[in-house]
């Protein structure tokens, strides 16, 4: 009975599909054997209770588990797989649509490239092209020296060999100043003072005073870093007219945008130059009517002025430490300092006639700026002073005293226009000479012009001088000399031919001493 049990059970094993045959080789195996072995075992007995079956069949039935399981891990991967190809065609999709966007931005591109080089080409046959009135052929000996220091020029070598990369940016800048060129007409008409009628160039953007003062600080900087990269490729130096133009087209680009933050940077510094002594300067860098390096010169006073008044509260509070000095010194810088104060820093600053010269002109500045009277009349001064206390007779002399007060910032622009005026007026004949020799005026002269203006300065033209002095101020040869390098250079030069400078001073601006009131008179003799 066991034996016929247990080959129904492999009869039944055997009806299974082949594949599940071939998955339990192993087993299939072992009761091949048993089989063989079982007729030729007449007394051998072979133990298949019901549970030894039961244990058989949960055992296969656990691993058609695994094996279901595994192929629906399989699936599940496979899927996956597809929805990643499905992502992946979608991106290279994406990227090919970039590609034809990126293909027709670089058409355009070209397109406005070859429209660029199409105006620059107007433009410069536009510069090259004859003057509606030409000048007188006739042939002076101003024009034979000319010629002959154009000749000098072409055959004067630099002192140096050239840059490797000289060529590459000067090729790159004169595109960039071509087109510069063209926004310097809107700068033309608008910093003219001279010309009638409104511009023809329309402003649609109105400047703070603030975002003026960053606007002009930023250019600074940019054309100091600028000239230090020109210095290095033995490229010229720029006017800062010049490379407000280059400033802007590095910042905005195009065309339209430069000329519109040119023409709103020119307004306002014509709306606050009266009011603000910074932008005074640089509207008068911009017009070529002082040198650049003269900035320096202001912010040097700026920090005199400061220096001075801490010194002079460190003496008058000595027992105060240095953190409190400090306290009080920014009170005063935002507030106002006394009578006592301004004074004392003037007579430090000045000799004695511009000493007078700028305490008068603090005390018109009072004068004009307050609505009050200065006092009272005889006849009430009694009246007024009778029934009163000392403490209330004191702080009445310290309110009188207040009167005499003045904003420090009005303080110090008074000092920054005083040195404005004095430097415009050691500049000022030389300014007429140099405008006479820049034919174009646009701040650039090149060699032969810079030979002309030594001869009318009186200098030594003799040609070891002035070999010498081109090779400091044009070592290169460019042919470039602007305004403010000239300034700069011939500084000693410029200090004799201005001759009785401080004699003129004090014709144009001083006042005779007797025209002050006596405690001015007290103060300057103390």
Wanted: hydrophobic share 35%.
């Amino acid at each position: 009975m066991h034996i016929l049990r247990f080959r129904n059970d492999l009869l039944r094993i055997h009806s299974e599909p082949p594949a599940f045959t071939l998955l339990h080789n192993g087993k299939m195996d072992i009761v091949q054997n048993a089989l063989k072995n079982a007729p030729n075992t007449q007394t051998t007995t072979v133990d298949s209770s019901p549970a030894s079956n039961v244990m058989q069949d949960y055992s296969e039935l656990a691993t058609t588990h695994e094996l279901r399981a595994a192929l629906s891990q399989l699936a599940m991967e496979l899927r996956r797989a597809d929805t990643d190809n499905h992502q992946l065609l979608d991106a290279a999709e994406m990227l090919e649509r970039e590609v034809q966007t990126l293909t027709e931005e670089k058409r355009q591109l070209e397109q406005d490239k070859a429209n660029l080089i199409r105006e620059l080409q107007q433009l410069r046959r536009a510069e090259t092209a004859p003057s509606a009135v030409p000048l007188a052929p006739a042939t002076t000996a101003a024009n034979r020296s000319s010629a002959s220091a154009n000749e000098k020029a072409r055959q004067r070598p630099a002192t140096a060999g050239p840059s490797p990369v000289r060529h590459t940016i000067s090729s790159a800048n004169k595109d960039k100043q071509v087109v510069a060129h063209t926004s310097a007409l809107v700068s033309q008409q608008l910093l003219d003072t001279r010309r009638s009628g409104p511009p023809t160039v329309s402003v649609n953007r109105t400047l703070t005073l603030r975002q003026l003062r960053e606007f002009i600080e930023e250019i600074y900087v940019s054309k100091a870093k600028f000239d230090q990269k020109c210095a290095e490729a033995h490229l010229p130096r720029e006017t800062m007219e010049q490379h407000m133009y280059t400033y802007l087209n590095q910042k905005y680009g195009l065309k339209s945008l430069i000329v519109e933050w040119a023409s709103a940077l020119i307004q306002a510094i014509r709306k606050h130059a009266s009011t603000d002594n910074d932008t005074a300067v640089f509207g008068k860098i911009l017009r070529n009517e002082i040198d650049e390096e003269f900035r320096f010169v202001q912010n040097q006073l700026k920090r005199t002025v400061s220096e001075l008044l801490r010194v002079y509260l460190k003496g008058k509070y000595p027992l105060k430490p240095d953190d409190e000095i400090t306290t009080l010194l920014k009170r005063r810088m935002s507030s106002s300092v006394s009578e006592e104060e301004w004074v004392d820093i003037v007579k430090y600053m000045y000799n004695q006639q511009d000493a007078i010269a700028i305490i008068m002109t603090v005390k018109e500045l009072k004068r004009h700026g307050s609505d009050r009277t200065d006092g009272v009349d005889g006849e009430n001064a009694s009246a007024v002073t009778r029934g009163i206390s000392r403490d209330e007779l004191a702080a009445a002399v310290a309110a009188d005293k207040d009167r005499n007060r003045i904003k420090y910032v009005d303080f110090l622009k008074i000092l920054l226009d005083f040195q404005l005026r004095g430097h415009e007026r050691f500049l000022q004949r030389f300014l007429r000479l140099f405008r006479l020799v820049d034919k174009d005026n646009n701040g650039i002269i090149n060699e032969a012009e810079f030979r002309e203006l030594l001869a009318a300065m009186g200098s030594d033209t003799t040609e070891q001088n002035v070999a010498k002095l081109l090779s400091i101020v044009d070592p290169w040869n460019n042919q470039q000399i602007t305004y403010s390098e000239c300034v700069t250079f011939l500084s000693s030069d410029l200090a004799m031919f201005s001759g009785n400078v401080e004699t003129a001073k004090h014709e144009m601006q001083m006042q005779p001493a007797d025209s002050l009131d006596d405690n001015t008179n007290d103060l300057l003799l103390e």
